[in-house]
């Protein structure tokens, strides 16, 4: 069968197609005939040779990935012959050589999920699955600890890559108001596409529209949505026109570095009303603060101010976590973990992998994905690392 090696550590010219031997199903397994396998940031990592939490480096050589769907074609002793033929995804655990760059790959029948049927009868796509074994777990998992409600205003960092996409979407469903961030023009318009069809507009006067916007516009009553290019040089100055002199509430953050630092900085303080700095703190950038109800634009209701640190994809830690250690900038802002030596001990991803199926199927969340190959992983890496993807990568 096909598969995806590497035999050392380095860029992504090391990932390299090739024959290898087909896997039998053992005891307790299925044999899955893949055809989507997903790509996440840490494959890349781990490709590069970097050591660290949550992988180890694995043994050379090694078929990276961990999530995979398709349809299986053989059990192993002890499995119900009545699998084969499903339409499956899974994720295949957390270990370092997870074997899902390959097109035939066992897998343990207790990780196996039936991808589901979307209201009209017609499947969920593999890759659509995939995208909610791995990111929409973690999408699920993180909204949980957010705890987002109408009274927030929301910021999202990386607003266009697998996470950002359904936070946006989860947001402006519990009927939140969001200040996207995104690289580029082109992210931006995808993530316009993807507004709940009850927010979408025929206008910007529309009583529950949304309005895109390359330049952040105050965001007035009607509007739920901006969407600022954080590669522009006065984003942050967007950012802040957007939120029309009231603080952010809620910021989701996977980026962490200059980008995450400065989101954070948009949040009100605890308790801060209107006239007021938050908790003292100046609204400048140097700290969270600003002035007006801490529920958001317009709002009369409270939210606390929370940060919510999932990760520091930009290799630098967001400065209002722990993470940062020396760096760490104090502030009054309540920082929540969903990864890392701070986050609570992750629950049975199980329950989390079918809420987020569910959402797909429904549509409740308009999946995202970013397509390539099977052969071309090495370029699939290499366009993830230079932040070139828009949704959850996938191998095709």
Request: proline share 10%; net charge negative.
């Amino acid at each position: 069968m096909d598969a995806i090696r590497h035999h050392s550590f380095g860029p992504p010219k090391v990932l390299t197609l090739e024959r290898v031997p087909d896997p039998v199903p053992g005891p307790g397994e299925v044999l899955v005939d893949a055809v989507a396998h997903g790509v996440h940031l840490l494959d890349a990592s781990l490709r590069r040779g970097e050591a660290g939490p949550p992988l180890p480096l694995p043994a050379l050589p090694t078929v990276p990935g961990r999530e995979i769907a398709g349809t299986v074609t053989a059990v192993g002793p002890g499995i119900d012959a009545s699998w084969v033929g499903q339409r499956v995804a899974a994720h295949l655990g957390r270990v370092p050589d997870g074997g899902g760059y390959a097109r035939r790959v066992a897998v343990a029948a207790g990780q196996l999920h039936a991808i589901p049927d979307r209201p009209d009868g017609t499947p969920l796509e593999p890759a659509d699955a995939i995208a909610m074994i791995g990111t929409g777990r973690m999408a699920v998992y993180t909204l949980d600890i957010a705890a987002v409600t109408a009274a927030d205003v929301v910021v999202v960092t990386a607003a266009a890559g697998g996470l950002g996409t359904l936070f946006v979407q989860e947001a402006l469903n519990a009927g939140a108001r969001v200040v996207a961030l995104a690289g580029g023009s082109a992210k931006l318009r995808i993530l316009q596409e993807l507004l709940p069809d009850a927010l979408r507009d025929s206008g910007p006067d529309a009583p529950h529209g949304a309005r895109s916007v390359d330049v952040a516009d105050p965001l007035p009553r009607p509007a739920r949505l901006a969407l600022v290019d954080y590669t522009a040089p006065d984003w942050i100055d967007a950012a802040r026109r957007a939120l029309a002199g009231s603080p952010a509430t809620l910021v989701l953050d996977g980026v962490g570095g200059d980008l995450g630092t400065a989101a954070t900085a948009l949040l009100g303080g605890r308790g801060s009303t209107a006239g007021e700095p938050a908790d003292g703190e100046p609204a400048d950038g140097t700290g969270p603060g600003g002035v007006g109800d801490p529920g958001g634009v317009g709002r009369t209701g409270s939210a606390p101010a929370r940060l919510v640190a999932y990760g520091w994809a930009s290799g630098a830690p967001n400065r209002y976590t722990s993470w940062a250690g020396a760096e760490q900038i104090e502030s009054a802002v309540e920082v929540r973990y969903a990864v890392g030596p701070d986050a609570p001990p992750m629950p049975d991803q199980r329950p989390y992998q079918e809420r987020a199926l569910a959402r797909a199927a429904s549509g409740r969340w308009r999946v995202v994905t970013h397509r390539v190959p099977f052969a071309d992983a090495a370029r699939a890496h290499r366009e993830l690392e230079e932040r070139r993807t828009t949704g959850k990568v996938v191998l095709v």
